[in-house]
């Protein structure tokens, strides 16, 4: 009986469906490999031509990665696309062995299809067919899954990605998925059939790898194994390890199911699966195997998004659009943008301003939710060497040191000085430090300019003036020297170009960001010279690149540079100077102090010597422009009222210490010119104090 049913079978089953196969077969190898009439001979050029999206990374001034932007592939759905595109020269060896281990190991002998492994799935079909015939009692087909070259892959996500998206989606019937098999069989042996005419077969096949390579996906939103290596393993593809090449290959067939931050226990199963297919085509050694097996899987840790330096990323980006020629980058296909930015400068400038904010809380803990701050660091030619635009900034909030407009207050006084200095006054010149009654104009009552500590000294030097931040004593001069005269200095030094001439612009009620005032005082510090401020030095595209430099212009004559530089440096070394704190830094630094009414607004900027000098601005308030300390009570020559003050001195001036600090731990900056400080020590002499 059982022999009767056998026979039947397998004459009226499997003879049919062999035959059926044998025939079909031989009519389907005809007409993959003969038909092609309907492919354009320009999509060999598409192809060759295609530049897939890809991330823009941004680094530092050194060439490491302060973030990586993604592409977008669908923009309805916003699905961020990390892509490094890596050229086949540039593929290490074991990748490249593990990547055909698993996926196709006769890559470099066949001619787009792999007819051993077809038969190898054709028996399987016929298997698992004959086996559900059988429970059937008819005749039925079951298609598994296998046999796909590395060519017939980078078909199907090239040429086919509309019918792969419907697939997925679950759009398309089992008919749909054998035609698109079919018709991806026959533009592979096309598509190698034309490029090895077209550049041979040796760099025909590199050319399809490398698509191959940069088109895989890995999980977490990582495409082609550039970015895989970075991502899982924090190793540029070039000096990957061996198991890791492994992991990477084995994940391309079933990136969900061999994550190894999702499922570990299947992803090191599966490269230990693809290491031993490395050992039997003789890659790597038993011995090799048997280590790379047992060793444990190596990942680092997912940064995502994360940035050291996220307003720098704001910046760069808008500075970007804005640059000559931007419009001409293909951004959709990957940039890697290198900067000014200074890596261990920009994590002490986030610690030193989060740090100071800090104390200030400490401080005022009803303000501790509102409090903010930017801090701008720059080299003497304003290339941005570290940004901070907030307290926990993101590279999407708003960016206060580059775009925030506030009052500088005091900040602003060597401007003044400056324009008196052009005008032939001498720092060694006495200016009257009394009350001044300004109009404010449009029928508002008239303005009393007074000092900070409420006291005024009459007579006093023009250093003083400003070592002292005598608001009297400088409103004075500004209108003996005229407010357009100071208006055209600060303008010509990169602030505000549609500043007005008020009398109380001499004090800082104009408003500046903290980047134009660093620029500003940076011209006193290298000689005289403005540069625009630069954060990007260079761009890199598939297409290309283009490098940029920072624009100088002479705009003070060096003696008058140099006399401000001693005018700023009075402020430290000045028994009553507003920045005496700074002398425990033992360098000589300069600067100034900045606070306007009502303590809304706390700043310091300064700077050290040179061409080698840096020039940093901090700037501390709220956004809604709440008073940083409580002014009716603020008395500073009261021991006890004096914590009610917020100053510059005691909310900003720290901040900018402590990073110095940081910066000349180990180095000096360049001295002052010779004679200065002798010069200075002299004036002191005759310096006008009161108690």
């Not at 010597?609 to 020559?637: H, K, Q, S, Y």
Request: charged letters at 25%; one cysteine or more.
């Amino acid at each position: 009986m059982i022999r009767k049913v056998l026979k039947r079978f397998l004459l009226f089953v499997c003879a049919p469906l062999l035959c059926f196969m044998l025939l079909g077969g031989g009519a389907l190898w005809y007409y993959i490999n003969f038909s092609h009439n309907d492919f354009s001979p320009s999509d060999v050029d598409v192809f060759l031509g295609a530049q897939p999206e890809a991330l823009t990374e941004i680094l530092d001034d050194e060439g490491a990665p302060i973030i990586e932007l993604p592409a977008v592939s669908d923009w309805r759905l916003r699905t961020p696309m990390y892509r490094r595109t890596v050229k086949f020269g540039d593929m290490p060896d074991v990748m490249i062995r593990a990547a055909l281990a698993a996926e196709d190991q006769r890559f470099f002998s066949h001619s787009g299809i792999d007819y051993q492994a077809i038969v190898r799935a054709a028996f399987e079909v016929f298997k698992e067919s004959a086996r559900e015939s059988f429970r059937s009692y008819r005749p039925r087909m079951v298609f598994a899954e296998g046999g796909s070259t590395i060519t017939q892959q980078v078909v199907r996500l090239t040429f086919l990605e509309e019918d792969l998206q419907r697939e997925q989606k679950g759009e398309a019937s089992r008919m749909d998925k054998i035609r698109r098999k079919i018709h991806e069989a026959r533009r592979a042996v096309w598509l190698e059939r034309r490029l090895s005419e077209k550049l041979g077969h040796r760099i025909a096949k590199e050319r399809i790898f490398e698509a191959f390579a940069n088109i895989s996906y890995c999980g977490h939103g990582r495409y082609g194994f550039g970015a895989c290596s970075i991502y899982y393993f924090g190793t540029p593809i070039k000096k990957i390890a061996v198991p890791d090449a492994a992991l990477l290959a084995g994940m391309v067939r079933d990136p969900w199911e061999y994550s190894p931050r999702v499922h570990p226990g299947q992803a090191v199963l599966r490269r230990n699966t693809i290491l031993r297919l490395m050992a039997e085509q003789g890659n790597i050694t038993p011995e090799d195997e048997k280590r790379f097996v047992a060793s444990p899987l190596r990942l680092v840790s997912a940064t995502g998004d994360r940035t050291i330096a996220p307003s720098v990323v704001k910046f760069v980006l808008q500075t970007l659009w804005g640059m000559p020629n931007s419009a001409t980058i293909r951004w959709e296909s990957g940039a890697t943008i290198r900067t000014t930015i200074k890596r261990s400068w920009q994590i002490e400038a986030n610690d030193a301003l989060e740090k100071g904010l800090d104390e200030y809380r400490k401080r005022h803990p009803d303000h501790a939710k509102k409090i903010q701050g930017a801090f701008v660091v720059i080299d003497s030619r304003c290339r941005v060497k570290a940004l901070v635009g907030g307290s926990h900034a993101t590279y999407t909030s708003f960016n206060r040191a580059t775009e925030a407009r506030r009052q500088p207050g005091s900040a602003f006084k060597p401007f003044d000085y400056l324009a008196a200095l052009e005008d032939g006054f001498e720092w060694s010149f006495t200016i009257n430090d009394a009350p001044v009654s300004v109009s404010m104009g449009r029928g508002r009552p008239r303005h009393i300019i007074g000092n900070y500590d409420g006291r005024f000294f009459g007579r006093i030097p023009m250093w003083q003036g400003l070592a002292e931040s005598r608001n009297g004593a400088t409103a004075r001069l500004g209108m003996e020297v005229g407010t357009k005269k100071i208006v055209e200095v600060a303008t010509r030094l990169g602030l505000n170009p549609n500043m007005e001439d008020f009398p109380t612009t001499t004090i800082g009620a104009e408003e500046v960001t903290p980047l134009e005032l660093a620029c500003a005082y940076a011209a006193f510090a290298n000689g005289g010279f403005l540069s625009k401020p630069l954060i990007v030095e260079e761009v890199a595209t598939v297409t290309g690149g283009m490098k940029y430099a920072s624009e100088r212009m002479q705009v003070l004559e060096t003696d008058i540079a140099s006399k401000m530089v001693e005018g700023l440096r009075h402020t430290v070394t000045w028994r009553k100077g507003t920045g005496r704190s700074l002398l425990k830094l033992n360098i000589p630094v300069f600067g100034k102090t900045g606070t306007t009414n009502d303590f809304r607004d706390a700043w310091f900027c300064g700077s050290t010597f040179g061409d080698t000098g840096v020039t940093a601005c901090v700037w501390i308030g709220m956004d809604d422009r709440t008073p940083l300390g409580e002014p009716d009570l603020c008395r500073p020559r009261d021991a006890e009222l004096r914590k009610h003050c917020e100053p510059g001195a005691v909310a900003a001036l720290p901040i900018f210490e402590k990073f110095m600090s940081y910066i000349y731990r180990d180095a000096s900056p360049e001295p002052l010119p010779e004679g200065m400080e002798e010069r200075m020590e002299e004036a002191h002499r005759h310096g006008i104090v009161r108690d």
